[in-house]
């Protein structure tokens, strides 16, 4: 069974540092990875998408890193800003064969940067 | 156009009563999710559906009824809920398929923030 674990649960830095979020999962049969963005009270706005297949993603100041055989994928976010400030959740995606339309979601990391 | 969207934004009912959410997307995606969220919790998949037949049905109670009268439009029945289902309600829409250009990325709607009475 598939587990999705995120570390830290939660990050407090000062704007302007560079920081990374961790994602590690148990089963490196996966279809893709999914990082999205939560903030509070609101819907999951999806920052980037890695195919099995990648080994990264890059989006503005944002970065996906996938690794499948060691079951890891980091989100590193460069000089960090308080509108950053939102809870990140990773999700994986199993195969198209078993359960592909299921996305197992890790716990999220709550980010807050401070001015 | 990569926009989900739900209708209300809140809803407040008693036990008694029968509601309605709904979902809608123009993107041509033909799967749709329901998810549930609690306060501090990850989303939690409670329906799929693709190319409009449910393909997915996470034993959800009988109290919640999903519908999917188009391929754009998904709704969530309720009926005789409890106070512990309230919760965030999600929808999400992908591009469901086997070939390799098709993504399957999830985009999520706003959410509707149920409360139960």
């Known amino acids: 069974k598939q587990e999705v674990t995120q570390i830290p649960a939660a990050l407090s830095v000062p704007e302007g540092e560079n920081l990374v979020l961790n994602c590690s999962f148990t089963?490196?049969?996966?279809?893709?990875l999914q990082w999205f963005r939560q903030d509070p009270g609101k819907g999951l706005t999806s920052l980037l998408l890695i195919q099995s297949s990648q080994r990264e993603q890059t989006s503005g100041r944002l970065n996906a890193s996938l690794d499948k055989s060691s079951g890891r994928s980091t989100l590193y976010i460069a000089a960090s800003q308080p509108g950053d400030s939102a809870t990140y959740l990773c999700a994986v995606r199993p195969p198209l064969y078993n359960q592909g339309g299921k996305l197992i979601f890790g716990q999220g990391t709550e980010l807050s940067v401070k001015p | 156009d990569t926009e989900v969207t739900q209708t209300p934004k809140h809803l407040v009912m008693g036990m008694t009563n029968k509601k309605s959410l709904k979902c809608e997307q123009h993107?041509?995606?033909?799967?749709m999710y329901w998810y549930k969220q609690k306060a501090k919790k990850p989303p939690e998949l409670m329906f799929v559906?693709?190319?409009?037949?449910?393909?997915i049905n996470e034993s959800v109670p009988s109290r919640f009824s999903p519908e999917c009268p188009n391929s754009s439009l998904l709704n969530l029945h309720l009926h005789a809920l409890q106070p512990e289902d309230s919760a965030l309600y999600l929808c999400?829409?992908?591009?469901?398929?086997?070939?390799?250009?098709?993504?399957?990325?999830?985009?999520f709607g706003p959410g509707t923030r149920l409360t139960v009475l």
């Open positions: 089963d490196s049969a996966i279809y893709n």
């Open positions: 999400a829409s992908s591009a469901p398929g086997t070939s390799g250009r098709d993504k399957n990325e999830q985009f």
């Open positions: 993107m041509g995606h033909r799967a």
């Open positions: 559906y693709s190319y409009e037949k449910l393909s």
